[in-house]
Each structure stands twice: as C-alpha cells, then as structure tokens.
C-alpha cells in the first residue's frame, strides 16, 4: 500500500502503473542490466569506429525510411498505441527519465547487444561453431537467412515485413565492412532517428 501511494506522489497519480503498465519499469531495467554487462565486458569486445563509416549511415537512413514509409508515404493508419513519452506527465523529471532512458535502450543498448549478437556471433557461429576463427561479414546462406529470421521474430508482428529487409541490409553492413562496429552504427543511426521521428509524430508504437 505504502509503496503504491509513494509511486503516486511520485509518478502524477499513477501509483500503481507497475502493475498496470509494466513496460514503463521492465525497458529501464533492460537498459539498466544491458548497460552494467557492456560496461563489464567492454574490454572483450574491441569495437572501433570503421574505416567506411560511410556505409553505415547510408544505410542506417535507409532503413529508417524502410520503417517509416507505410505511415509516412503510404497512407497507413498511425500507430499511437505503445511506449508513451508522456506516460508519467509531458514535463518534469519523471518525464525526463521516462524519454531519456528509452533513448538510452534505442540508440546504445539495443544496437551493441544485438549486433554484437546477431552480426558479431551468429552470423559468424553458423558458419563455424569456433566462431572467432571465422572473419566478420564471412558469408553462407544459411546464416542469413537464421539471422534475418531471427531479426524479424524479436520484432512485433506489424513490424515484420520492415524487419526483414532492415535484417538483410544489417548483414549487408558487416559483408561490406566486415566491422561490427559498422553494424552497431547502422542500426544506432536507424533507432535514433526513428526515436526523433515518433517523438514528433506521436507514433509511439514504433518502439
């Protein structure tokens, strides 16, 4: 009980919005563990800013556009239903908190733990189960395919069509540059400005 008023004090009222809306406690706290295990194992991952940062960018703004144009250029309906900025109040220091660990999670924590992972381990795993001897942006078909499919299952299912091609221009990213660090920019270019984009769209359910 005490817990539940003190959230509302806190939180504009909505003192049992843990309950009701766990996301606005379950992302900070994937942030936050995300975060302290990069933080820990940082030295192991040996990631530098790639010679053709080029690429990445380009292809980070692609696929933003990927994302965005049934809303933006098509005519589908927007997508308001999702993680709302203004959960907590559209100003102040819980509104701050709210928008600024989700940019946080968007465009640092999602992009080095999955590309570390999809780009940086499975890809190269799938060839060879001694993935380190296996060379960034080494190419089968098969591991394509599983990463692009798995990148497309850890989205939402209206998100699923964008997913796949993002997926397969991410494993492009790493065949050009052979750099996970060129994947991490990539995807980090695609999630902040995709996060600029709802944030002045309102369209919170495209994160």
Not at 81 to 99: E, I, K, Q, R, V
Not at 131 to 151: D, I, M, N, R
Not at 179 to 193: F, G, P, Y
Request: charged share 15%; proline share 5%.
């Amino acid at each position: 009980m005490l817990p539940g008023l003190a959230a509302g004090w806190l939180f504009e009222g909505r003192g049992y919005w843990w309950a009701d809306e766990p996301r606005y406690w379950v992302c900070p706290l994937q942030t936050l563990v995300g975060g302290a295990l990069l933080i820990r194992y940082w030295r192991y991952l040996a990631l530098r800013l790639p010679a053709r940062a080029w690429i990445a960018v380009l292809i980070g703004v692609l696929a933003l556009v990927i994302w965005i144009a049934p809303q933006a250029f098509l005519g589908f309906a927007p997508r308001r239903d999702g993680f709302d900025a203004g959960y907590f109040g559209d100003h102040g220091w819980p509104y701050a908190l709210n928008t600024g660990l989700r940019f946080v999670r968007l465009v640092i924590i999602v992009p080095l733990v999955e590309e570390i992972f999809w780009r940086g381990f499975l890809l190269r795993y799938l060839i060879d189960d001694d993935f380190t001897e296996v060379p960034v942006g080494a190419f089968s078909w098969l591991s394509f395919g599983v990463v692009v499919g798995g990148f497309m299952i850890e989205h939402t299912f209206p998100d699923w069509p964008a997913a796949i091609l993002t997926g397969a221009l991410f494993n492009l990213v790493a065949y050009r540059t052979r750099s996970v660090s060129a994947c991490v920019l990539a995807h980090a270019v695609t999630n902040l400005l995709l996060g600029l984009y709802v944030m002045h769209t309102g369209q919170w359910g495209f994160w």
